[in-house]
């Protein structure tokens, strides 16, 4: 299978690849997909005191187009805040990287992937509220 | 060296320069064109010489009778024939077909189409190191089995059936006995005699034949029937219809002849080869050998590294032309089903890479893949939450995945 410019330049050179604290207050992990899918992708975003995302790290276990998709949006939330980050659909993240049909589901994985980080934040924060 | 190095000998073979040669002779105006079914001029009876030398080289291969060889399109039609050809003519004396889970997709699709036509097949799962074993055949046999279709040479792990273990068992009951020897004839030593094989698939393109021919070995002494799948003028005594391509008879057998000649010599240096590709990568940390580390191919090496998925591995290494899994399932996003039925985790099947070097590979080949393949397990490990996560003591078991 052929990929695209944009995966493959992502591939060669992901963005953002790291791991940040996930104890820490201002970090939300989502963590989705599974080994027996072949696709696991871990993304952390930290936001500063507007609730403004400042970093995003990612890891990715998966194919380059899983690999490419989760260092695209990395660079995509940063700078956002959480209700716009919220809004990147995954078919934003599959145009911009010319996914083909069968790469579809490392889009979706990628769009859990912020959903899940942000719930994670959310919830770090009521319950930080509550007590 | 020449890049990409090609490192996929089981998916397929170049033509050795020696086949070209004699097949490029069976074709133009000036060549031996004829239709050997032609039996009226001198053009067909050339034609038949031919076909019949090609037919001797590949029954010498496997110490049959010429007579005993029909050619068919490949492996894939074999296979076919085969079980196909088989239970058809033997169903009055059942309909009970043994064949392995990790078998080649001809045979299992195969399988799948007599389920549909109202046979039962029990598919034997292999043992942790990849083999059927005789005994676990004997014990699937029943009243009313009529065929045992099992592979030789698995194209996937590359480890080897003792098939003449299975023969022995087959042959006492008068259990036809099918083996799919795509992957090992003219790798190693096929004796059809020897192993009591009532049926052998077999095809050129694994042996540095032209693709498109192969054939099927079908016994003699004991007999054996089968109905044909392709109907016409009645050629290769009735199995096989259809004109024979002189030019790709020519091309097997001469590649038969070349693989005998040298396969000792041969096989000593791939063996070689294998084995210092293994030692250059199995030092890793969580590097897996899939299959027998002895009863293999001496091309064939399946190694999974861990906690890297295996398309991704693949695109970093495009210097190299490898495989994950087989060719033939290659485009799908499944883990291997051959390497799940060896009870392999769903991350170590997603991580797998197959590996097979032949004639032209070369020791510095090997040395750059090693290098190569070391720099792209590392950097995409880099990449891996679940080789963070192993680094951290978790036990991917115990996570709850939110499978998609």
Same mark, same amino acid.
């Given at each position: 299978m ?8 992502h591939y060669e050179?992901?963005?953002?690849v ?6 820490d207050?201002?970090?939300g992990?989502?963590m ?9 992708? &871990? #993304?952390?975003i930290?936001? !500063? ?5 400042e970093?995003a790290k990612?890891?990715?276990?998966g ?9 695209? #949006? ?12 919220? =809004?990147?659909?995954n078919?934003?993240?599959?145009e ?7 790469k ?17 934040l959310?919830?770090?924060?009521? @319950?930080?509220?509550?007590? | 060296? =020449?890049?990409?190095?090609? #490192?996929? /000998?089981?998916?397929?073979?170049p033509?050795?320069p020696?086949v ?11 060549g ?6 032609? &039996?009226?001029?001198?053009?067909g ?6 076909? $019949? ?8 291969l496997?110490?049959a ?12 039609e074999?296979?076919?024939?085969a ?16 064949? @392995?889970s ?12 007599? $389920? ?21 055949? $004997?014990a ?14 698995n ?11 299975i ?46 021919i ?29 004109t024979?391509?002189?030019? =790709? ?7 038969a ?9 041969e ?26 580390p002895?009863?293999?191919?001496p ?15 693949i ?13 033939c ?7 291997? /089903?051959?390497?799940r039925?060896?009870? &392999?985790?769903?991350e170590?099947a ?8 032949? &004639?032209?590979?070369? $020791? ?18 880099d990449?891996?939450?679940?080789w ?6 978790? !036990? ?9």
């Amino acid at each position: 299978m052929a990929y695209g410019e944009k995966v493959l330049d992502h591939y060669e050179n992901p963005r953002n690849v790291g791991k940040m604290d996930a104890d820490d207050a201002s970090v939300g992990t989502g963590m989705v997909g599974a080994p027996a899918c072949g696709d696991v992708m &871990r #993304l952390q975003i930290k936001i !500063d005191d507007n609730g403004v995302i400042e970093d995003a790290k990612f890891k990715t276990y998966g194919c380059g187009s899983a690999i490419a998709s989760s260092s695209l #949006l990395t660079e995509w939330v940063k700078g956002k805040t959480l209700d716009e980050a919220s =809004q990147i659909k995954n078919s934003e993240i599959a145009e911009e990287l010319a996914l083909p049909p069968v790469k579809i589901h490392c889009s979706v994985l990628a769009e859990d992937a912020i959903k899940a980080a942000i719930d994670d934040l959310k919830s770090k924060s009521d @319950s930080a509220v509550a007590s | 060296m =020449q890049l990409p190095i090609y #490192l996929d /000998y089981s998916a397929t073979t170049p033509v050795d320069p020696r086949v070209a040669e004699k097949m490029s002779a069976c074709l133009t105006n000036e060549g031996n064109f004829g239709n050997a079914a032609s &039996r009226s001029h001198s053009f067909g009876w050339q034609a038949e010489e031919a076909i $019949e030398i090609g037919r001797a080289q590949v029954a010498d291969l496997i110490n049959a009778d010429p007579r005993e060889i029909v050619w068919t399109s490949g492996a894939t039609e074999s296979d076919n024939l085969a079980i196909k050809g088989a239970a058809h003519f033997y169903q009055k004396n059942g309909k009970h077909i043994i064949t @392995s889970s990790i078998e080649h997709k001809a045979v299992l699709d195969t399988c799948r189409q007599l $389920e549909r036509e109202g046979y039962e097949i029990t598919y034997l799962p292999p043992d942790e190191n990849g083999i059927t074993q005789p005994s676990a055949v $004997e014990a699937a046999i029943r009243e009313d089995t009529v065929l045992v279709s099992i592979m030789h040479a698995n194209n996937e792990i590359g480890v080897v059936n003792d098939v003449a273990a299975i023969g022995e068992i087959t042959r006492a009951r008068k259990i036809i006995f099918h083996v799919d020897g795509a992957q090992s004839v003219g790798k190693i030593p096929v004796d059809v005699a020897a192993m009591k094989i009532d049926l052998l698939s077999m095809c050129a393109h694994k042996m540095y034949g032209p693709k498109g021919i192969g054939a099927l070995y079908v016994c003699r002494k004991p007999r054996v029937r089968i109905e044909a799948q392709i109907h016409g003028g009645g050629h290769e005594r009735g199995m096989r219809s259809g004109t024979l391509p002189t030019h =790709q008879i020519v091309g097997f057998g001469e590649a038969a002849h070349v693989a005998k000649e040298g396969m000792a010599q041969e096989n000593a240096r791939l063996i070689t080869l294998r084995q210092r590709l293994w030692d250059g990568v199995c030092d890793m940390e969580e590097v897996y050998l899939n299959g027998h580390p002895e009863q293999r191919l001496p091309g064939a090496l399946n190694v999974s590294f861990n906690f890297v998925e295996g398309e991704s591995l693949i695109m970093a290494l495009k210097d190299l032309a490898i495989s994950s899994g087989s060719a033939c399932t290659s485009a799908s996003l499944e883990p291997s /089903y051959v390497l799940r039925a060896l009870g &392999r985790s769903d991350e170590l099947a997603h991580s797998s890479l197959r590996f097979s070097v032949g &004639r032209f590979t070369t $020791e510095e080949d090997v040395d750059y893949a090693i290098v190569q393949v070391r720099a792209a397990v590392e950097k995409l490990r880099d990449l891996s939450p679940l080789w963070d996560m192993y680094k951290d003591g978790i !036990d991917l078991n115990s996570v709850q995945w939110a499978a998609h």
